[in-house]
């Protein structure tokens, strides 16, 4: 915490420093430019968060829902015996990861400088460009993994849900204020989720048996509680 203090403190001597050579006034400096002083603070906020837990890396650039969307599918994989490849969870977390960080560029191309944001939302903002060539990069791989090695079969069940995932981001962009009539959102997201999860099982037809419906109804469910979760705790961000 001390160590926060004095970043703060320094940032903001060398930026009032420099205003005051340059021919402004002190109380021109301090009337004039508070944004730029918020903006100092985000910056500060994000490089201390980072520091201080490694984990909020993964939230950051949008890992953390790819590496549990793997560890699911593997645990269904692992409890109803069915054989996922190499490729498959590669193509899992990629498709993941994409989506996520395309969700996150549109809210960060859409979020007003007056708007409450939140960390992630801020570091993209400030990291656009970079953001759009990892976006490419991770598209292109995407579609390398899925054209090559997997079957017809699953690519369809993946075009499907990809459809429907393509359209929730674009009512969420263009159209955001529809969730205010239709408070659906939290469980479009959570069943999307699922669904691209245990893509691959949907696409063996002898492998959706009642149990592992009834089993992916819960998942849903769990993911739904999840995304509702999150948005109570960031309501003032929405």
């Known amino acids: 915490e001390p160590l926060h203090h004095c970043a703060r403190f320094r940032g903001y001597c060398g930026y009032f420093a420099r205003r005051v050579r340059s021919g402004m006034r002190a109380e021109q400096v301090i009337s004039v430019d508070s944004s730029a002083i918020e903006r100092m603070d985000s910056a500060i906020v994000v490089r201390r968060s980072a520091i201080a837990s490694p984990f909020v890396w993964l939230n950051i650039i949008c890992l953390d829902a790819p590496i549990v969307a793997v560890v699911w599918q593997s645990l269904f994989a692992r409890e109803f015996h069915?054989?996922?490849?190499?490729?498959?969870?590669?193509?899992?977390?990629?498709?993941?990861?994409?989506i996520y960080l395309a969700d996150r560029f549109a809210d960060a191309l859409a979020l007003r400088s007056t708007d409450a944001s939140s960390l992630r939302e801020k570091f993209c903002r400030r990291h656009l460009h970079a953001w759009l060539v990892l976006l490419a990069l991770t598209a292109a791989s995407d579609a390398f993994v899925i054209l090559r090695f997997l079957s017809i079969h699953a690519i369809a069940v993946g075009v499907t849900i990809g459809f429907f995932s393509v359209c929730y981001l674009a009512i969420n962009y263009w159209r955001g204020g529809v969730w205010h009539f239709l408070p659906v959102k939290e469980l479009c997201v959570g069943f999307l989720f699922a669904l691209g999860t245990e893509a691959v099982f949907f696409s063996q037809p002898a492998a959706v048996t009642s149990g592992f419906l009834a089993t992916f109804s819960l998942f849903g469910a769990l993911c739904f509680l999840n995304c509702l979760s999150i948005a109570v705790w960031e309501c003032d961000l929405d």
Do not use: C, G
């Open 82 to 98: 069915f054989l996922v490849t190499a490729p498959e969870r590669v193509a899992l977390f990629l498709t993941a990861w994409l």
